[in-house]
């Protein structure tokens, strides 16, 4: 199992990032959310993970917090939820508000986030209510990254912060029509990927 990865960020194409630990690039999808707090490219980080083991891939999904990770795997027990619907319903909101939809069995709110119908929100409710009884406050990963420099910086490559945006809201489970009219809406000239999603995402809410 790989818990945790302590290194450096190489690459952000929502809702994935690359890192490089120790000349190894380990590929970690994360919920929006989390993304909005990475630093920039080519610095230090440390990332909680959950391992995922299919028969046809394997996958890493990363977090900021030992909070946040619980959360998503509290998620992936409900009925009806995988890893990709958690992915999703955690970039749709924050850990917090997550559990104050549930505790306030706010239905409204879930099923505004794609792959989650009335039925789904309803199940998410009873479900998730007294696994998050004892939420706590989310904290990092570690309070030092504990990372020596390198002379050697990554390469950074130049993308379409505006198609970058329409991919990461399609992984997301956003129709290409619905995501194109958010964006559309939101995007400005010089505004990040990261910026654009966070946007469309309030929009759509």
Known sequence: MIGQLTGRLLRKQPPEI????QGVGYEVQMPM???YDLPEIGENLVVCTHFVVREDAQLLY??????ERTLFRQLI???????????????????????????????????????????????????MRDR????????????????????????????????????????????????????KQVATSGMSSEEMIRQALKSMA
């Open 18 to 21: 690359l890192i490089d630990v």
């Open 77 to 127: 027990k409900a009925q009806g939820v995988g890893p990709k619907l958690a992915l999703t319903i955690m970039s749709g909101m924050t850990a917090s508000q997550f559990v104050r939809a549930v505790s306030h069995d706010d239905v409204s709110s879930l099923i505004k986030l794609p792959g989650v119908g009335r039925k789904t929100a309803e199940r998410l409710v009873v479900e």
């Open 33 to 35: 959310t989390c993304m």
């Open 132 to 183: 998050l009884a004892n939420w706590t406050s989310a904290t990092p990963a570690t309070d030092s990254f504990g990372v020596d420099d390198h002379d050697l910086q990554p390469t950074i490559p130049v993308n379409d912060p505006r198609q970058d945006a329409l991919s990461a809201l399609a992984a997301l489970g956003y129709k290409p029509v619905q995501a194109e009219k958010a964006i």
């Open 62 to 67: 990363g977090f900021n917090t030992q909070a």
